[in-house]
């Protein structure tokens, strides 16, 4: 067990952990607890406040915090896993209503999944088909809609790829990468610039070209007429081989809007019977604002990177 670059630590079984990169997980994870208690109020003060609102506009809230790989995998992470602390789980287990009606725990849950199921890829940060289907299980668990059991038996595509650890080494590590086959039943009714861009080929893709991409889902065949807005990030995706492609394929329309912040011009336009906020551990150091009008922010970013491919 060694760290390989200062940002990639080798744990057991080949397992690739992020140690530092831009967010510094490590020094997330071994804050001192006073530090958690911070972050805990600040955590506590959004949620609350976005429960609050949205229940005013007629919506139910969910939140998710997706744990880090070295938050499940902590056994195999050995050494790194010294002296650390999962700021997702402080808050798991913190108890505090009404966030225990709000958060959609998923901690234990892919603990115990991972005895049977690879929940992470060895060489990234981000989770298989079985860990976004565990991750789903518990969301359709709290929000009291039936999942569907047959999605995960969905031909898996595969691909060799290095990974988003994987390729930090050189050479870089590549293992088999198996993307979930989700979203057959929905389809996709609109993109915005963002994505279609990207998708033609006209702008790269890019991770700084990710943030505010916005897809909308239809699903005629949905026994579970609801209306869903779901804004995340990668663990979530505008394509639907993650969470998106899970709920397409199980409630009537869904809206996937790729932004930590929760943008209520949206909400208002789109008039969700539920809205989904979901987040990665890594990223929660950074409080989101709820202040970003997202599809603006997405139209600039369109027109910078046209400007500089020209």
């Given at each position: ?175 088999t990468f198996r993307f979930g086959s989700f979203g057959r039943s929905a ?37 579970t007429p609801l209306r869903v807005l779901l804004f995340g990030d990668s ?76």
């Open positions: 067990m060694t760290y390989l670059t200062p940002d990639v630590f080798e744990g057991k079984d080949g397992h690739l952990f992020l140690a530092l990169g831009s967010n510094n997980v490590v020094g997330l994870f071994s804050e001192r607890h006073a530090s958690f208690d911070s972050l805990l109020r600040d955590w506590r003060s959004l949620i609350e406040g976005r429960a609050r609102k949205l229940a005013d506009m007629g919506v139910v809230y969910k939140h998710i915090f997706v744990p880090d790989k070295l938050t499940i995998y902590r056994e195999e992470a050995g050494d790194l896993w010294q002296g650390l602390k999962s700021p997702v789980e402080f808050i798991e287990n913190a108890g505090l209503a009404p966030m225990e009606d709000i958060i959609v725990p998923l901690c234990a849950y892919l603990r115990k999944q991972k005895s049977s199921y690879p929940i992470f890829f060895k060489n990234d940060t981000h989770w298989t088909p079985e860990g976004c289907f565990s991750a789903y299980q518990m969301l359709c668990a709290y929000l009291s809609i039936p999942h569907r059991a047959d999605l995960i038996s969905n031909p898996f595509g595969r691909v060799e790829l290095s990974g988003d650890l994987g390729g930090k080494l050189n050479p870089p590590r590549t293992e389809t996709r009714v609109s993109a915005n610039r963002l994505v279609t861009l990207r998708e033609s080929g006209a702008l790269p893709n890019g991770n700084d070209l990710h943030v505010g991409s916005i897809v909308e889902f239809r699903n005629i065949a949905s026994s663990f979530s995706e505008y394509r639907n081989h993650y969470l998106t492609g899970l709920l397409a394929d199980t409630v009537s329309e869904l809206k996937f809007v790729w932004s930590t912040n929760i943008d209520y011009g949206v909400v208002e336009r789109f008039r969700p019977n539920i809205v989904i906020s979901e987040i990665a551990e890594r990223f929660m150091c950074r409080i989101p604002t709820d202040d970003v009008d997202i599809e603006r922010h997405a139209e600039k970013k369109v027109e910078t990177a046209l400007q500089k491919a020209r």
